[in-house]
């Protein structure tokens, strides 16, 4: 519904559990940025795809994980005010 209502910038696909595909984004007009096409992927218009594909490309080979005791302190910090970040026990 809301690819037929509206026209938005990009799009992420959970291509396990979504019922929209690729093919029906690219005959919308939105091109792929990247995909993972076992998992998921990421569309977006002409007007952004030059940027967000460079974007993707300088980004690490893996997200970071949550659990590192290596993070900085207060990087999942979500009040400025308060301390929200969890302890880690080695």
Sequence with gaps: KLLRDYRVDFIILNLKSDQVT???????GYSPVWVDE??????????????????AAEL???????L???????FWRLDPGKDQTVAVKN
């Design 38 to 55: 076992n998992y998921s992927g990421l569309f977006t218009t002409r007007k952004h795809l030059a940027q967000l594909r460079q974007t």
């Design 68 to 74: 590192d005791p290596n993070i900085p302190k207060g």
């Design 22 to 28: 690729i093919q029906d984004l690219q005959a919308r």
């Design 60 to 66: 690490p080979p893996t997200t970071i994980e949550p």
